[in-house]
Nanobody, 125 residues
Framework: QEQLVESGGGSVQAGGSLRLSCAAS????????MAWFRQAPGKQREGVVAIDTEGRTTYADSVKGRFSISRDKAKVTLYLDMDSLKVEDAGMYYC???????????????????WGQGTQVTVSS
């Protein structure tokens, strides 16, 4: 089964930046709809940003203007650039891919069949 492997998490002070990466050969190569999710301790997993087959994106209101998703087909990697990080952005970040090629974005975790193991983001005040 194709794997999704996240990396790039770490500890940063509020106001700082991080770039997360998700290596996902088949899903990137074939433009599968994908997304980044995050989960803080004691909270439900929430969608951060999604990108569909055509490259359209949907961001959670809480990250608009601060986070940016991108795909690099040459490196078969999905990125999440996070700027102006806040303490409330901390959590485990996951990349995910939908089961098939469909149009439209989704921030609903139930719509995603393939998941990475996550990478931890810590933001200190």
């Amino acid at each position: 089964q194709e794997q999704l492997v996240e990396s790039g998490g770490g500890s940063v002070q509020a106001g700082g930046s991080l770039r997360l990466s998700c290596a996902a050969s088949r899903f990137i190569r074939d433009d599968y709809p994908m997304a980044w999710f995050r989960q803080a301790p004691g909270k439900q997993r929430e969608g951060v940003v999604a990108i569909d087959t055509e490259g359209r994106t949907t961001y959670a209101d809480s990250v608009k203007g601060r986070f940016s998703i991108s795909r690099d087909k040459a490196k078969v990697t999905l990125y999440l650039d996070m700027d102006s990080l806040k303490v409330e952005d901390a959590g485990m970040y996951y990349c995910a891919a939908r089961r098939r090629l469909i149009s439209g974005t989704s921030l609903n975790s139930n719509d995603y069949a393939y998941w990475g193991q996550g990478t931890q983001v810590t933001v200190s005040s």
